[in-house]
């Protein structure tokens, strides 16, 4: 079937093939293109679900490790506390700054909050608490809130 094109008087080659046409053989079925659009949508906002799933779950532990190391920065900005306990009777009990105080309730506040995102800091959130209780009563004879410290700084030093 030849036809003619209207712009030029000129005849037009078909656009498609007569044989398969007519030959009575059934074409290949097309694809709807609401499908191929419907399929692509889905899968951009699977793929967008994904992503955002996996930046949010990586950021989590990233803030917990950014909060225990704050929290060692704050214990070392402390300074050394007195370690009375050796002292039979240790005379009037030295007192810190208020600036050396907030720093260690600063300390305690950021290692709850990184144990409480992430376990694993959950010694550290211990260790400072204890030694925040015992600086912020003034009992540095406590034995325990020494062994605490000293249990923090190793802490620290690994993170």
Not at 39 to 58: D, E, I, K, P, Q
Not at 145 to 157: M, N
Request: glycine content about 10%; some cysteine; proline content about 5%.
């Amino acid at each position: 079937m030849r036809t003619v094109d209207t712009g030029t008087g000129t005849d037009a080659e078909p656009d498609f093939e007569e044989s398969s046409a007519g030959s009575g053989e059934p074409a290949a079925p097309q694809p709807s293109r609401r499908l191929l659009v419907l399929s692509a949508v889905a899968g951009f906002v699977l793929g967008s679900c994904v992503l955002g799933l996996l930046w949010g779950l990586s950021g989590v532990h990233a803030g917990a490790l950014d909060d225990a190391v704050a929290a060692c920065q704050a214990l070392d900005r402390v300074g050394e506390l007195p370690d009375t306990s050796r002292d039979a009777q240790p005379s009037l009990t030295p007192g810190l700054s208020a600036e050396r105080l907030q720093r260690m309730t600063a300390a305690r506040a950021l290692s709850a909050a990184a144990a409480q995102v992430n376990a694993n800091y959950q010694p550290l959130a211990d260790h400072i608490d204890g030694v925040s209780r015992m600086v912020l009563s003034l009992h540095f004879n406590d034995i325990s809130g020494q062994r605490h410290l000293t249990e923090a700084k190793e802490i620290c030093g690994r993170i």
